[in-house]
C-alpha cells in the first residue's frame, strides 16, 4: 500500500497574482450577478433541460427539498424558491459527470490525495459500489452483496460493538437516519459522531437547560411580526440565503435590523431580490441592517452581558423615576427560576472590562440595548460564530437569558432562532441521531421493536476520532459527509484514520476522506435528493425537518445518475442484515414502502402523530415546540437563567496574538467547494488568504498581498505545534485584534482538544495565532 502525504495542513490549490485575484465588490448580495452564478452552475454540470426541470421543483410542494441549507420554505411558494447556493448545491448533485470504475482504475488513492477538494468531487457522481484493494492503491468494483457480506462480517467480528463508530451527515433524511440509528442500537452501540456535534452541538446542549427544548422557538410567520431582529454570528448571504428574503420583508416595514458581527457581510448589508423585477431593473437595493456592530472574535459573551447589564441599569432608572420597567417581571415571576443569580452576575461584572473584552464601547453596547428594549417583539438569529468556542454552550444561554428578560420566547413574533446549516441537520437528531439517549427513546425502541437497545452514553464528533486515534474504535461507517476534513485537527485526524479496521462510506461524490483507506475500505453510492427512488412498494417520498421544526416530504424526479445507486434506507437495511442475521426488524418490508419507516418514526416518537396522513399535506407540518407556548420541559417546569462566569468565550491570550475565525466562502457549502471564488468579499481563484484588519498588518509589519504565516498559539502565547504557511494576506474591514481564513484551510490550526468542553463543538471560531512574514516567500512577494 502506498502512503498519502504525512502532511495532511494544507490543501493544494494554485495561487494566481494577487491583484487580479483579489479585487473589492461593490454589487449588492443577490442581484444579476446570483442569477449569472446561477446560470454558470447550470452550464457547469447540467444539461438545459435536466436543470431546468430540476430547479423548477427546488423547495415546492411537490418536489424535492434542496440538499443545502435548513431555512423553511413559505407557506406559499414562488415559480422558484431557491436561491444561488441552493441551485449551486443542486446542480452539482444532478450534474452530468460520473466518477466510474474506468476512473478509479486509471488512478491510485496516492494520486488523488494531491487533487484538490474542488477537483475531487466535481469529478462527478459515483456509479458502483467500490471497495479498496491496497496492493494496487485503488478502488476496484464489487458487488452489493459482496460488501455487504464483508462489511457485515467485519463489524460481527469486532470484539465490542462500542468499537465502531456510526457518522450521519446532515442532508441524511427522517427515514434514512431513523433506520441508521435502530441498526446501531441493535448491534449494541450508541457511538453517533454527527455533523451537528461540529455546528450547533451547544444549541442542543445549553437551549434544554434553559427553555426546556433543544430548537428554535420562532416560525417563518413571526418574521411578519417582529418589532426587531438581532443577527448575531451569521451570515446569510452565503450560508443560508433563503433568508435575505425574509430579512428584506422585515426591513421594508421598518423594523430594525440589528447586526453584531466582527465581518462586514454583503448579504447583511444591502440585498436585491432576484424575485423582484423592480429591484432588478433599477438596481435598486433594500437595507437589510440597520445598525452594524462589529465586535471582536471572542467577544460575544462580553456584548451580551453588556447588553444586559445596560438593560439592568436602564430599568432601575425608570423604576426610580416611577415608570413600570424595562423587565416583563409577570413573565419572570411567572415563567423563570435564576433571575436573582443572572442580576448578581451582570452587576459583577464592570463597564471596563466588557468594553476591554467586547471591543465594543459601551455607548455602542447601549445602542444595541435600547433598540432591544424598546421593541416589543424581539428575534434573535444566531450561528456559528455563537456556537463554536469553548463556551459556546454558555453563549447560547446568555442569548436565551436576554429574551428571557423580557419575556421574548412564547409569544408572536418573538423567539430564539438557531440557523441550522444542512437541510435535515435538525431533523437526524429528532430521530434519534444522538450519541447520549434518553429514556423516552430507550423504551420507544423497546416497545416497538422488541430489542434492549444500549443506555451507555456513546461518542460525538471529538470523541470518535479520539478513541479512532488511541486504537479503541477500529470502524467507521459515514453515512455522507467527509468527516476527515469536516472535523479540527487533520493533524491528528488523518493519521489516526489510516488505523482503521474498516471504513465505509455511503456518498454520492468522492471527497478526501474516502483517500484516506482502511484496511477494508468501500464507496457504497447513493441516491441524491434530487433523484427517482423506486423501491418494491413504487416510488417513494422521504422528509426533511427545516430549522424551524417543519416537516415536508421530499421527493427526487430525476433519473438515477447510475442504475448501480441505491437509496440511502436501501443501503443501511443492507448492512443491518449483513451485520444482524437474528435482527428483529423488518428491514425489508420497511424498505418496500417508506410508509412503514415513518409509521416507526410515529411509534418511537409519539410527536410525529399521523405520521404519513400529516405528511400529504401541502407544505407538510409542525412538530410540537413546547417552549414556543411556554410550556417549559425542564426539571422544575420553569425557564432558567443561567448565568456564565467571567467574559472571555474562549481562554484569554496575551496581548500581541490575533483572534482567528475560519469562515466559509460564498463558492463553497461545508466542505463541498463549488469553486475558488469569494464574490462578496473580492476574492476570485484562490482560498489560500488571510483576511486581516488593515491597522493589525501595519502593526505587524506587514502589507496587503504579502505572504504570511499564520501560527496557532496557547493563550500563553506559545506555539501550539500547528500553522499553515505562505498564506496571503488581505487587508479587510474585520474587527481590530481579529483574523480569518476559509474553512477546512484552517481546520489545522484548531487541535482537537480545544473544544467545548460541555458540548464537544470544536472551537473554529477562535484560535489564538500570531502572523509573520513568510520565511517560505522571497522578500516583497506579493502573492504572486
Request: hydrophobic share 40%.
Amino acid at each position: 500500500m502506498k502512503t498519502p502525504p504525512k502532511d495532511p495542513g494544507t490543501i493544494p490549490a494554485k495561487a494566481p497574482e494577487f491583484d487580479r485575484s483579489v479585487r473589492p465588490y461593490d454589487g449588492p448580495a443577490g442581484g444579476w450577478d446570483a442569477l449569472k452564478a446561477v446560470a454558470g452552475a447550470v452550464r457547469g454540470q447540467m444539461a438545459i433541460p435536466r436543470s431546468v426541470g430540476a430547479l423548477h421543483r427546488v423547495n415546492q410542494p411537490v418536489g424535492f427539498d434542496c440538499p443545502g441549507c435548513a431555512w423553511p420554505d413559505p407557506r406559499h411558494t414562488s415559480s422558484f424558491e431557491f436561491c444561488e447556493n441552493g441551485a449551486k448545491a443542486v446542480t452539482w448533485e444532478a450534474t452530468a459527470k460520473r466518477t466510474t470504475p474506468e476512473f478509479f482504475a486509471a488512478h491510485t488513492l496516492s494520486e488523488l490525495w494531491d487533487w484538490s477538494d474542488h477537483d475531487l468531487e466535481n469529478e462527478g457522481r459515483l456509479t458502483h459500489p467500490m471497495a479498496y484493494d491496497a496492493a494496487r492503491d485503488k478502488y476496484l468494483p464489487v458487488s452489493w452483496d459482496e460488501a455487504a457480506a464483508r462489511i457485515g462480517a467485519a463489524l460481527s467480528a469486532l470484539p465490542k460493538p462500542e468499537m465502531a463508530e456510526f457518522y450521519t451527515s446532515g442532508r441524511t433524511s427522517n427515514e434514512a437516519a431513523f433506520l441508521y440509528q435502530l441498526f446501531v442500537r441493535e448491534y449494541g452501540c450508541n457511538n453517533f459522531p454527527d455533523c451537528s456535534n461540529m455546528c450547533h452541538e451547544a444549541t442542543s446542549t445549553g437551549l434544554p437547560e434553559s427553555i426546556g427544548v433543544g430548537k428554535g422557538t420562532v416560525s417563518l410567520e413571526d418574521f411578519e411580526h417582529a418589532d426587531a431582529v438581532f443577527c448575531i454570528g451569521h451570515n446569510p448571504g452565503t450560508n443560508h440565503p433563503r433568508m435575505l428574503a425574509t430579512l428584506r420583508g422585515v426591513s421594508l416595514r421598518g423594523a430594525p435590523i440589528v447586526v453584531i458581527n466582527p465581518m462586514p457581510e454583503r448579504g447583511l448589508e444591502r440585498f436585491v431580490s432576484p424575485q423582484d423585477p423592480a429591484e432588478m431593473l433599477t438596481g435598486h437595493a433594500v437595507r437589510i441592517a440597520s445598525t452594524y456592530f462589529k465586535p471582536r472574535i471572542g467577544g460575544d459573551l462580553a456584548v451580551l452581558k453588556g447588553m444586559m447589564k445596560w438593560l439592568l441599569e436602564a430599568d432601575a432608572a425608570d423604576l426610580a423615576d416611577g415608570g413600570e420597567g424595562l423587565l416583563d417581571r409577570p413573565f419572570i415571576a411567572g415563567h423563570t427560576r435564576g433571575f436573582e443569580a443572572l442580576a448578581a452576575d451582570l452587576q459583577a461584572s464592570s463597564w471596563d472590562a466588557i468594553e476591554r473584552h467586547s471591543g465594543l464601547s459601551r455607548d455602542e453596547i447601549a445602542s444595541a440595548a435600547g433598540i432591544y428594549a424598546s421593541a416589543g417583539r424581539v428575534i434573535v438569529c444566531y450561528g456559528m460564530g455563537i456556537t463554536q468556542h469553548r463556551h459556546g454552550t454558555e453563549n447560547v444561554q446568555q442569548l436565551a437569558n436576554l429574551l428571557l428578560l423580557r419575556g421574548n420566547i412564547g409569544k408572536p413574533g418573538a423567539g430564539i432562532c438557531p440557523l441550522r446549516g444542512h437541510s435535515n441537520v435538525q431533523g437526524d437528531r429528532t430521530v434519534g441521531i444522538t450519541e447520549k439517549p434518553g429514556a423516552a427513546l430507550l423504551e420507544g425502541i423497546r416497545r416497538t421493536y422488541g430489542f434492549e437497545p444500549p443506555a451507555a452514553h456513546g461518542h460525538d464528533a471529538v470523541a470518535a476520532v479520539k478513541a479512532i486515534a488511541e486504537g479503541r474504535s477500529k470502524a467507521l461507517v459515514c453515512l455522507g459527509g467527509n468527516l476527515a476534513v469536516a472535523i479540527s485537527d487533520p493533524q491528528a485526524t488523518f493519521p489516526a484514520m489510516r488505523k482503521l479496521e474498516l471504513a465505509v462510506h455511503i456518498a454520492t461524490k468522492l471527497n478526501r476522506s474516502h483517500l484516506i483507506p482502511a484496511r477494508q475500505a468501500f464507496l457504497l453510492p447513493c441516491l441524491g435528493r434530487t433523484e427517482l427512488d423506486i423501491q418494491a412498494g413504487g416510488p417513494q417520498s422521504v422528509t426533511v425537518e427545516d430549522s424551524m421544526s417543519m416537516v415536508h416530504a421530499s421527493q427526487g424526479r430525476l433519473k438515477p445518475a447510475s442504475e448501480h445507486l441505491r437509496s440511502e434506507p436501501a443501503i443501511v437495511a443492507l448492512l443491518a442484515r449483513a451485520t444482524l442475521p437474528q435482527s428483529k426488524v423488518d428491514w425489508e418490508g420497511m424498505v418496500a414502502d417508506y410508509d412503514r419507516i415513518r409509521d416507526g418514526i410515529e411509534a418511537v416518537f409519539p410527536i410525529f402523530a399521523d405520521f404519513n396522513a400529516r405528511i400529504r399535506m401541502p407544505g407538510g407540518f409542525h412538530l410540537d415546540n413546547a417552549a414556543a407556548r411556554r410550556r417549559w420541559n425542564t426539571p422544575d417546569g420553569k425557564a432558567r437563567f443561567l448565568p456564565a462566569p467571567g467574559l472571555d468565550e474562549d481562554p484569554p491570550a496575551v496581548d500581541g496574538l490575533l483572534k482567528l475565525a475560519t469562515v466559509r466562502s460564498h463558492d463553497q457549502y461545508n466542505t463541498t467547494i463549488y469553486g475558488l471564488d469569494d464574490r462578496y468579499r473580492g476574492i476570485h481563484g484562490r482560498r489560500d488568504v488571510v483576511f486581516v484588519n488593515p491597522d493589525d498588518l501595519a502593526e505587524r509589519g506587514l502589507r496587503e498581498g504579502d505572504r504570511i504565516d499564520v501560527e496557532a498559539c496557547r493563550p500563553d502565547g506559545m506555539p501550539n505545534g500547528r500553522s499553515v504557511r505562505g498564506y496571503v494576506a488581505v487587508a479587510f474591514g474585520i474587527s481590530r485584534g481579529s483574523a480569518a481564513m476559509y474553512y477546512p484551510e484552517g481546520n489545522g490550526l484548531v487541535a482537537l482538544d480545544d473544544h467545548d468542553p460541555r458540548s464537544g463543538t470544536p472551537g473554529y471560531k477562535s484560535v489564538p495565532v500570531r502572523l509573520s512574514a513568510s520565511a517560505s516567500a522571497a522578500q516583497g512577494d506579493r502573492g504572486l
